[in-house]
């Protein structure tokens, strides 16, 4: 199982905020390549960059950072927020992006989403499937709409998707544990999908009960920032 620390970006500094309540905000770094760099330091491979700004306003934003990162490092970057059009996603891939991670338009547009999957090909493209209960999360979180989680991964499996980040808003940034009970359920339907999950993970038990259900991969963010999880214990899996 991957362990793939969480870099959120707004006015190009690393922040977390809560069940993505953009007035919950703390701010951590100012300078999002260190952050990066303590992370390669630590012996991890992979990083997880969402653009907040982009999520919140729909087309990418903080790309800048992300060429910064992808040029002081070896990291490989899965890159997401508010990416809607092809040319997000040049800038995106340009601006050295490993995988690009597509939400809000795969429910909006999904004709958009398909193309990209056809085009760059299924290890490059990450469909995120954001959700409050089982519903799906769009706009950064800000908007329900009406699609159902299981049915929307089925859908999207059977044309082609091979990777999912599946984050329950319910429990990002709060430190109160993950949703394995909904990890658990697409592992069983869904056993052939890359599930990477997100939200929640507080203790090592956390990241012990993802790998056992054996999960491709788990995004930790506030967990490393407020010192609950430590980067040695992190490069241990």
Not at 28 to 33: A, R, T, V
Not at 66 to 84: C, N, P, S, V
Not at 156 to 174: E, F, H, M, P
């Amino acid at each position: 199982m991957y362990i793939i620390p969480a870099i959120d970006l707004i006015d190009g500094k690393c922040v977390r905020l809560t069940q993505g309540d953009y007035a919950q905000k703390t701010v951590y770094n100012e300078d999002p390549l260190a952050v990066a760099r303590e992370f390669e330091q630590a012996g991890l491979e992979r990083l997880h960059v969402v653009d907040l700004d982009g999520a919140r306003g729909g087309g990418i934003v903080n790309h800048r950072v992300l060429e910064r990162i992808a040029a002081g490092t070896q990291l490989k970057i899965d890159w997401g927020g508010g990416m809607k059009s092809d040319e997000d996603l040049r800038i995106a891939f340009e601006a050295g992006a490993h995988q690009v991670t597509g939400g809000t338009i795969a429910v909006k547009q999904p004709e958009v989403f398909l193309g990209w999957l056809e085009r760059f090909g299924p290890e490059r493209i990450i469909l995120g499937t954001d959700v409050h209960g089982t519903r799906i999360a769009v706009s950064g979180w800000e908007e329900a709409s009406d699609r159902e989680l299981f049915e929307f991964l089925a859908d999207y499996v059977a044309r082609g998707v091979r990777y999912t980040i599946c984050t329950d808003v319910s429990k990002d940034g709060l430190l109160q544990g993950t949703a394995r009970e909904l990890y658990a359920r697409i592992r069983r339907e869904q056993p052939e999908v890359k599930l990477i999950a997100s939200g929640g993970v507080t203790t090592t038990d956390d990241l012990d009960a993802l790998a056992a259900l054996d999960c491709y991969g788990v995004i930790v963010g506030k967990a490393i920032y407020e010192g609950r999880i430590g980067l040695e214990q992190l490069a241990a899996y």
